[in-house]
Each structure stands twice: as C-alpha cells, then as structure tokens.
C-alpha cells in the first residue's frame, strides 16, 4: 500500500470515528424515547415507532440542505478559498431559519391527521399524534442543528457535532426519566431513593426530546461561531444569493429522493401496520435497533463526503478513485463482521427494547434477516457518499428511487398480498432492495468516475462574476 494511500485511510478514519459518534448519539435520542416508553407497553412503542417515517421525510429536508452545504464547503476547502467557507457558513443560517419555519408549518397542520393516514388503531392515535406534534415545535433548533453542524463538518470539523449532540442525549435520558413515569421509589446503592415524576408517558417522552433539541440548536451556534474557519465574526451577515443557489442546486435531487424515498417507505411501513399492532412494534423496535450497528457507515459516508469534495476542489481524480475504493473495502469487511455479530445478539438486543414476548420472538428472526445485508448496505452508503461530496446528487436520486419503489414497495406488496408471506416477507424485499441499489451505484460510479470533478453545474463553473477554466 502506498504512503499516500495509508494516509488517506488514516484521515478517513480520523473523521470517521467522532462522525460515527456523532450519529450514534443522534439515533441514540430514538433509541431513549423506545426503550424508555417501551416499559409503558408495546401501545407505547408503536405510537412512538408510528411517525418514524414521516420523521424520516421531513428531516430529510434538513439533510438535503446540510448536503449542499457540506459539498459546496468541502470543494471550497480543496480549492482554498477560505473566504467562501465563511460565507457559506452565514447562508446556512437563513437556510435553517426559513426551512425550519416551513417544517413548523408543515408538522403543526398535519399532526392531528398522520395516525388515520398511517392506519394506525385507534388506540394509539392521540399519543402518537401528540409525540410527533411536540417534538417538532423547536425544529427551527432542529434545523440549527443539522445545517450548521453539516457546516463544521464541511471544513472537518466532526467532533463539534458529536459533542452537542452527547449533551443533547444526556439531556433527552434526563427529561425522560422525570418526565415519562410516575412518582416513585428506586433503588440506587442499597438506598432507596423517591424521585419525583410527571407521569406524561408518550407525552413526556416527547417533552424531553422537545427540551434537549433547543439546546442542541443553540449549543450548534456557539460551536460555529468558535470554529475560526467558519465563524461569522468580522463577516457581513448579508443573503449571497449566489451561494444559496449552488447549495440549493445540489441539494434539490437529495431533497427529491428523500421525499420519493420517504414516501416509498411511508407506503411500506402502512403496509405492516396492516398487519397488527404488534407486528408494527416489532418492526419499529428492530428497525431502530439495527441503526446501531451501521452506524460506523454513517461516520464513514459524512467522512467520504468531505474528502470527496476536497478532492474535487483539488481536481484531484486519481485520489477520488483511490478514496472509493478504498472505502469500499473497509466499510465492506467491517460491516461483513458486524452482521455476523448481529446474528449472534439479535434476542438480547430486541429484548433490551421490550419485555414483550411476541414482539421479541419476531423482532428476533427480523434482525437475521437484515443482518445478511449489512456489508452491501455498508457499500451504498459510501457511494452515495462520493456522489454527495462531488455535487453529483442526481445519480444516487435516479438509483434510489427505481430500487425503493420497484423492489421494497411492489415486492412487499406482492409478498403480503399475493403471497401471504408477512412480514418476513415484507423485510426480504427491503433487504434486496437495500443490496441492488449498492450494486447499482458501484455501476453508475464506474461510468461517470471520470466526470466527477468536473463542475457540477453552471452555477460551479461562475464565481464572482468571472468563467473558471478548468484544466485535466
């Protein structure tokens, strides 16, 4: 192996690892409100797993704003112009501002109506309305969070995100745990201690994430503004509509695919939901689980996408090639690992969500099925990250749209329907899906490897009013 590509490993892990973090202790906000409302019982669970995927699509709007700016900072780091980081960091504030009103907007009208949609028992309607309804009043601080962290991460800076993101967790485990039970007695030391409780339940689950999500926001801010590569000290806060517009550009085919994707998966979650109450507490308990154990993909994608657009600022082919496959194979081998060891704690691992029988019993036999999946899925995730990086947001778009719709949504339609096959039948379908896309973008990649560092658009190829001539 060459220094120069030791090196480059070296540097993909080193942004890798608080990345990593960083999701780990974003899905980890989930993860609390499951297992902490999972105690109240599996009505509980589902009206908090109900609106996971409309969740999903409405902060996915965030992602896809987070993605421009994290493609236009990363090429602007590898072109040098230190300048335009710091002016894109002052435009990622609009952005959060204004997107984060919308969603406000969007989430306060359609939260009464979301449960009836979803087909959900009536059992669970109102406190799975409620949850969601709450969690999103601060999603201007949401909105802070996701876009100005994906600032710091375009110049680098991963572990400013990771450890907003820890105060958050431990905040949301905090407020939770006055907040969802009743008064009672506990046992800490051989003491017995009473610990005052509110008793909201689902409610108070989602007063906690409220809380904790403001103060992200807010820490998000002071972690921009101590970061001398994009603080807007001494700057103009002034709108660059230029800037906004390259941002927006990448952003819309990301944007785009979240929304068809979302929507896709919003289709297959109604699809379990018909299958019971319970078959839907399995599938949002396993579902939340098993982030946790691709979570070192999701370290590696923001990682790859960063260096994906340095290396495109430097016009840099022969490292970008050298990044992909790389990364491939790393993430590939680890997560091949990581699914034997999923197999190996799938029961314990369901049953830290729920005490549930049935719902451990088929939580069980779905993480065998996702866990074959891991190492292709791991794969994806790092092409859609290389496309991201380099402005190329339409190809992981066009992929994931045919993938999700024809594989995961007709299939599971087929094999509940037609088949009889449940839900079992319903997570074969998503891990095929999961396993043609990552094939499908290894293919994409080897055909336009070459035009990757080219100008993304129009719009990249014009800055301050002058044409750049680029050269091979």
Same mark, same amino acid.
């Given at each position: 192996?060459?220094?120069?590509?030791?090196? &480059?490993?070296?540097?993909?892990?080193?942004?890798?690892?608080?990345?990593?973090?960083?999701?780990?202790?974003?899905?980890?906000?989930?993860?609390?409100?499951?297992?902490?409302?999972?105690?109240?019982?599996?009505?509980?669970?589902?009206?908090?797993?109900?609106?996971?995927?409309?969740? +999903?699509?409405? !902060?996915?709007?965030?992602?896809?704003?987070?993605?421009?700016?994290?493609?236009?900072?990363?090429?602007?780091?590898?072109?040098?112009?230190?300048?335009?980081?710091? !002016?894109?960091?002052?435009?990622?504030?609009? &952005?959060?501002?204004?997107?984060?009103?919308?969603?406000?907007?969007?989430?306060?009208?359609?939260?009464?109506?979301?449960?009836?949609?979803?087909?959900?028992?009536?059992?669970?309607?109102?406190?799975?309305?409620?949850?969601?309804?709450?969690?999103?009043?601060?999603?201007?601080?949401?909105?802070?969070?996701?876009?100005? @962290?994906?600032?710091?991460?375009?110049?680098?800076?991963?572990?400013?995100?990771?450890?907003?993101?820890?105060?958050?967790?431990?905040?949301?485990?905090?407020?939770?745990?006055?907040?969802?039970?009743?008064?009672?007695?506990?046992?800490?030391?051989?003491? !017995?201690?009473?610990?005052?409780?509110?008793?909201?339940?689902?409610?108070?689950?989602?007063?906690?994430?409220?809380?904790?999500?403001?103060?992200? @926001?807010?820490?998000?801010?002071?972690?921009?503004?101590?970061?001398?590569?994009?603080?807007?000290?001494?700057?103009?806060?002034?709108?660059? &509509?230029?800037?906004?517009?390259?941002?927006?550009?990448?952003?819309?085919?990301?944007?785009?695919?979240?929304?068809?994707?979302?929507?896709?998966?919003?289709?297959?979650?109604?699809?379990?939901?018909?299958?019971?109450?319970?078959?839907?507490?399995?599938?949002?308990?396993?579902?939340?689980?098993?982030?946790?154990? +691709?979570?070192?993909?999701?370290?590696?994608?923001?990682?790859?996408?960063?260096?994906?657009?340095?290396?495109?600022?430097?016009?840099?082919?022969?490292?970008?090639?050298?990044?992909?496959?790389?990364?491939?194979?790393?993430?590939?081998?680890? &997560?091949?690992?990581?699914?034997?060891?999923?197999?190996?704690?799938?029961?314990?691992?369901?049953?830290?969500?729920?005490?549930?029988?049935?719902?451990?019993?088929?939580?069980?036999?779905?993480?065998?099925?996702?866990?074959?999946?891991?190492?292709?899925?791991?794969?994806?995730?790092?092409?859609?990250?290389?496309?991201?990086?380099?402005?190329?947001?339409?190809?992981?778009?066009?992929?994931?749209?045919?993938?999700?719709?024809?594989?995961?949504?007709?299939?599971?339609?087929?094999?509940?329907?037609?088949?009889?096959?449940?839900?079992?039948?319903?997570?074969?379908?998503?891990?095929?899906?999961?396993?043609?896309?990552?094939?499908?973008?290894?293919?994409?990649?080897?055909?336009?490897?070459?035009?990757?560092?080219?100008?993304?658009?129009?719009?990249?190829?014009?800055?301050?009013?002058?044409?750049?001539?680029?050269?091979?």
């Amino acid at each position: 192996m060459s220094i120069e590509r030791k090196v &480059m490993l070296r540097t993909l892990i080193a942004l890798s690892i608080p990345a990593c973090i960083d999701f780990m202790l974003q899905s980890a906000l989930s993860y609390a409100d499951y297992i902490m409302v999972g105690k109240l019982g599996s009505n509980a669970s589902a009206a908090v797993g109900l609106t996971q995927e409309v969740n +999903y699509l409405l !902060r996915g709007v965030l992602m896809a704003a987070g993605i421009g700016v994290v493609s236009y900072i990363s090429v602007s780091m590898g072109k040098r112009q230190y300048k335009d980081v710091k !002016r894109a960091s002052i435009q990622s504030f609009y &952005m959060s501002a204004v997107m984060g009103l919308i969603l406000l907007a969007v989430s306060f009208v359609s939260s009464p109506f979301l449960p009836e949609w979803m087909g959900a028992d009536e059992t669970i309607r109102a406190d799975a309305s409620s949850y969601f309804r709450i969690i999103y009043l601060p999603v201007v601080f949401i909105s802070l969070n996701m876009i100005l @962290g994906s600032a710091l991460k375009g110049v680098g800076d991963m572990k400013t995100p990771m450890y907003v993101n820890a105060f958050m967790n431990i905040l949301n485990i905090a407020l939770n745990f006055l907040l969802i039970y009743n008064s009672r007695t506990i046992a800490v030391a051989g003491l !017995r201690l009473d610990v005052w409780g509110a008793g909201l339940g689902v409610k108070g689950s989602a007063m906690g994430t409220a809380i904790a999500s403001v103060v992200g @926001g807010v820490l998000m801010i002071i972690g921009v503004y101590r970061n001398p590569l994009v603080s807007p000290i001494g700057e103009r806060f002034t709108v660059n &509509m230029k800037i906004i517009k390259r941002c927006i550009v990448t952003a819309i085919p990301v944007l785009l695919c979240r929304i068809t994707t979302s929507l896709g998966r919003v289709v297959f979650t109604a699809f379990i939901t018909g299958l019971g109450t319970l078959t839907l507490a399995a599938h949002t308990i396993t579902f939340t689980a098993e982030s946790a154990f +691709y979570m070192a993909v999701v370290g590696a994608q923001t990682a790859v996408t960063t260096l994906a657009g340095n290396y495109k600022g430097e016009r840099n082919k022969q490292k970008l090639n050298q990044l992909t496959i790389s990364s491939c194979a790393l993430i590939a081998s680890l &997560m091949f690992v990581v699914g034997i060891i999923m197999i190996a704690v799938a029961k314990p691992v369901i049953s830290f969500f729920t005490a549930d029988a049935d719902v451990i019993y088929i939580g069980t036999r779905l993480f065998y099925i996702i866990a074959v999946n891991e190492a292709i899925f791991g794969v994806s995730m790092v092409m859609e990250g290389i496309f991201n990086g380099t402005g190329d947001t339409k190809s992981p778009f066009i992929v994931s749209i045919a993938t999700l719709w024809i594989v995961r949504v007709l299939g599971t339609w087929i094999v509940i329907n037609v088949l009889g096959l449940g839900i079992y039948g319903a997570w074969i379908c998503m891990v095929s899906e999961n396993a043609v896309r990552g094939i499908a973008l290894l293919i994409r990649y080897n055909f336009v490897k070459d035009n990757l560092i080219q100008p993304s658009n129009k719009l990249e190829a014009i800055e301050n009013g002058k044409s750049i001539q680029w050269h091979s």
